[in-house]
């Protein structure tokens, strides 16, 4: 009978031994960090931007955050006929189009080089040990062996990339390339690593996109505000979702930002923080029907409570002056202060605001740019409005709840 309970510990011990392994993530899959991104794009319903066929793209974007294991996104989601990639690299940029040679890795989708994207759909390849240092340039480049259809594309980037003909994607320099500014079927690239606190998302229109900022510079207010991040320690990755020209209530240059919040703010990886920023200025400008602050004040409200589901922190910024500017009313100009209004009072639901107004404006004539921030046409602020703008944003906000 002895022998017999002691057995029957053993055997429930080893079950319970195997239970827990069965059951329990490893320790390694326990140190596993999440995903963050380290920069984003927002493509656009446009049927202006072309498509490829048997060449190589090579796109150059600026990283925010760093990590030691990355993976891209591409999407077809504006596409109107499969999407086929095969050879996709990525490497360390040089300068103009050539790569810093030993960098240079094979990206794999479902552990193949090649991968079939439906219309409408979104491919995230495999992760891949690839050390991305912060803000650096990291070069993509992707092989389209049949003809794509139409591209989704972001149209400003203001950063260059060069297409070849053929398959150059692991080449060190890519030679007789075409080049443009725009961003083609790329969308994310996301990095692991433990010390990342997640990202901000900053959702606006041009001058988000840094409209009037020199091209290849990265002097867009989030580059801005990801090299304070950097230089205070702070590892937080910086998404510029932004779309010259869009608006918060309807479409037009793109989606409006309320139907394409989810995907561009709330589903983006490691999305602990929102931006707001200046896209209710076109919706005041560029419409037939010129919306009501209240109308826009509603729209806020709407995006602050989607967010505010999802556990993200909605920062509402101010904003900026645009009296002189080809759309501006005297109308819109009501409108926007009571906006500003709005979000500087204590009931509007926003967990901080970012004042861009206050940080543009001349004081002297708060409906105008301060002159040495305006670019010349009064509605987008130049490379030092854009740095007053990342200035304004209080770093703190990006520990504040883990304090709590």
């Not at 993976?71 to 006929?81: C, K």
């Not at 932004?242 to 037009?252: A, D, F, K, M, W």
């Not at 009296?323 to 906006?339: D, K, L, N, P, V």
């Not at 709005?342 to 301060?370: E, K």
Request: with cysteine; glycine share 8%.
């Amino acid at each position: 009978m002895k022998k017999w309970r002691v057995s029957r510990v053993c055997y429930l011990s080893v079950a319970i031994i195997l239970l827990a392994c069965s059951s329990a993530p490893s320790v390694a899959q326990s140190q596993i960090p999440a995903w963050s991104g380290t920069w984003a794009a927002s493509p656009v319903r446009d049927s202006s931007g072309g498509s490829f066929t048997q060449q190589t793209l090579r796109q150059i974007i600026h990283t925010s955050v760093g990590g030691q294991i990355a993976r891209i996104h591409v999407s077809n989601v504006f596409g109107t006929q499969p999407l086929t990639i095969e050879d996709v690299h990525i490497a360390l940029r040089s300068n103009g189009s050539s790569i810093i040679a030993g960098t240079d890795r094979r990206i794999m989708f479902s552990g193949l080089a090649t991968a079939t994207i439906q219309p409408g759909s979104v491919v995230i390849s495999d992760p891949i040990e690839f050390p991305v240092p912060p803000l650096s340039d990291v070069a993509i480049s992707i092989y389209f062996p049949k003809p794509t259809g139409r591209a989704t594309f972001h149209p400003s980037g203001f950063q260059t990339s060069y297409i070849a003909n053929g398959d150059a994607s692991g080449n060190i320099g890519l030679s007789k390339v075409n080049t443009t500014q725009s961003s083609y079927f790329l969308t994310n690239l996301d990095v692991q690593h433990q010390a990342i606190l997640g990202s901000v998302i900053a959702l606006g229109a041009s001058i988000t996109d840094g409209y009037s900022s020199a091209p290849d510079a990265n002097r867009r207010w989030p580059n801005d505000l990801a090299q304070r991040l950097i230089n205070s320690g702070i590892t937080v990755g910086v998404l510029n979702q932004r779309i010259s020209g869009n608006r918060l209530l309807s479409e037009g240059a793109g989606d409006s930002a309320e139907t394409r919040f989810d995907h561009d703010v709330l589903e983006q990886p490691g999305a602990r923080w929102g931006i707001f920023s200046d896209e209710p200025i076109n919706d005041l400008g560029s419409t037939t029907h010129l919306p009501s602050g209240d109308e826009l004040i509603a729209g806020f409200k709407r995006l602050i409570a989607r967010a505010h589901q999802k556990h993200i922190q909605f920062f509402c910024s101010t904003l900026t002056p645009y009296e002189g500017a080809a759309y501006w009313t005297r109308a819109g100009e009501t409108a926007r202060e009571h906006i500003n209004s709005f979000v500087r009072s204590g009931n509007s639901g926003c967990d901080a605001v970012i004042d861009q107004d206050i940080a543009t404006h001349y004081p002297t004539h708060p409906s105008r740019y301060l002159p040495s921030y305006d670019s010349g046409d009064h509605l987008h602020p130049n490379d030092a409005g854009l740095q007053a703008i990342a200035n304004t944003v209080d770093l703190a906000l990006f520990s504040r709840d883990l304090l709590e």
